[in-house]
């Protein structure tokens, strides 16, 4: 364990989910996830490192996000990734293929920390790794809301400076079954992480 994170191997990962309390379909998406990506290393982490994370980004993470980084939090790499589909239409969604993702909580620059979290209540777990012009999020105004919210920042400041409201996409259904629609991940040396059954 190093800073709160705990490594692990595929099997490892598949212990850690089967023991979870997460519900049947949680876990089937974690699963399939990690039969995706075998031999790579997983991570889970733990209640003092998420504390943490809610003093440094100023947050009270959900109680569902907190259970599911517990169990699974990802696959531990700053290797970028890309989806094979989003669920849900959105602006990007003709882009998919080209849009690269890193993974992490709170996700932002610090200048961005009140348009996004303040205004439009949304709070970071991803971005397009070239650019600003797509994020990943959760909802803050709703602790219930498990949807994963697709957005550019672009589009929150015009609206910010329009007075209108947010109006970010959905794009997944829950954080599990985002993780569960990657299919690419691509190495320093460009070389490309095939997800093994899509």
Not at 78 to 85: D, G, N, Q
Not at 156 to 170: E, I, M, T, V
Not at 184 to 195: K, L
Request: aromatic share 14%.
């Amino acid at each position: 364990m190093t800073e709160g994170v705990i490594l692990g191997t595929d099997s490892e990962a598949l212990a850690w989910v089967a023991a979870s309390g997460l519900n049947r379909e949680a876990k089937k998406d974690l699963v399939s996830f990690i039969d995706n990506f075998p031999g790579l290393t997983f991570y889970q982490e733990t209640e003092g490192y998420l504390d943490g994370i809610e003093v440094r980004d100023g947050v009270t993470l959900p109680g569902w996000l907190r259970e599911l980084r517990r169990a699974l939090a990802g696959m531990r790499t700053s290797m970028p990734a890309r989806f094979i589909e989003y669920d849900e239409d959105c602006a990007r969604f003709d882009l998919v293929h080209k849009v690269w993702y890193t993974f992490a909580l709170g996700d932002m620059a610090g200048e961005d920390h009140s348009l996004f979290m303040e205004y439009a209540k949304l709070y970071p777990i991803g971005s397009w790794t070239e650019n600003d012009r797509s994020y990943l999020a959760i909802n803050l105004e709703d602790p219930h809301d498990p949807t994963i919210y697709e957005f550019a920042r672009e589009d929150l400041l015009d609206n910010f400076l329009d007075g209108a409201p947010s109006y970010p996409d959905s794009v997944f259904k829950s954080y599990p079954r985002t993780l569960s629609r990657l299919y690419q991940f691509q190495s320093p040396d460009g070389d490309f992480i095939q997800a093994a059954s899509m």
